[in-house]
């Protein structure tokens, strides 16, 4: 069954703005990741935080977590067009495996 | 280097053919996985093998079956195609859960195979 939900589904901005996206999820996990994908291509990991950990960084990402609201927002600060791509979160709930959201498709114009 | 290789990455077929998709990873990882995702990118585990064992079986049909010759390869076997199957399906590894623990760590992905039913 599906444990994230990306929000929003679709997110256009210009070059330079900033970019958030929102995940929730319903059960409890050992960590969260983010993933993006290009266009036609395979899943590329981002960006992984623990279930005992509430931000985390990574060059222009900023990864928080709140496990008491289940829920997690990756923020791209200073967006380029290069940053168009599909966005996934992904929980690890201690089932050996992954689940994924649906994503959300970020498009940066120049 | 490519790290997570899947072939091929088109396949157009007919209904009822029976097809596989091959994948290797040069990693030296415990964990493989195939996930398919649907025309609206929803990923969806199907299988999951650690040091060639199955681990996870989600509810495939049975036409899908996966095979791990060594823990390098993990290779997907699909009988009696349907329209519905028309999909990309990903493999990917990870080093699997920590030694001594619980957790999935990254998960690397190949580039996708894109099988197309008619």
């Known amino acids: 069954s599906q444990q994230g939900e990306e929000d929003p589904q679709a997110l256009s901005i210009q070059e330079g703005e900033n970019a958030t996206m929102n995940c929730s999820y319903k059960?409890?996990?050992?960590?969260l990741q983010w993933y993006r994908q290009n266009s036609g291509r395979g899943l590329v990991h981002l960006i992984l935080?623990?279930?005992?950990?509430r931000e985390k960084h990574s060059g222009r990402l900023r990864v928080t977590l709140d496990t008491s609201k289940k829920s997690s927002s990756l923020l791209i600060t200073a967006s380029r067009a290069a940053d168009t791509a599909s966005y996934f979160c992904?929980?690890?709930?201690?089932?050996?495996?992954?689940?994924f959201g649906k994503g959300t498709m970020l498009l940066v114009s120049p | 280097d490519t790290a997570v290789s899947q072939t091929p990455k088109y396949l157009v077929t007919q209904m009822g053919n029976d097809k596989s998709i091959k994948c290797e990873q040069n990693?030296?990882?415990?964990?493989m996985y195939w996930y398919k995702q649907d025309s609206k990118k929803f990923l969806k585990i199907m299988f999951s093998?650690?040091?060639?064992?199955?681990?996870i079986n989600e509810t495939v049909p049975n036409r899908f079956s996966p095979k791990s010759p060594d823990k390098a390869h993990l290779n997907l076997h699909i009988n009696s195609l349907e329209l519905g199957d028309s999909a990309v399906y990903f493999c990917?590894?990870?080093?699997?859960?920590?030694?001594?623990?619980?957790?999935?760590?990254?998960?690397?992905f190949g580039e996708g195979s894109r099988l197309t039913v008619l």
């Open positions: 990917a590894s990870s080093q699997g859960p920590s030694a001594g623990g619980l957790s999935t760590g990254e998960l690397f």
């Open positions: 990693l030296g990882h415990d964990t």
């Open positions: 093998y650690n040091n060639k064992e199955l681990i």
């Open positions: 992904a929980t690890d709930a201690g089932g050996s495996t992954l689940t």
């Open positions: 935080i623990r279930s005992n950990e």
């Open positions: 059960t409890s996990i050992n960590n």
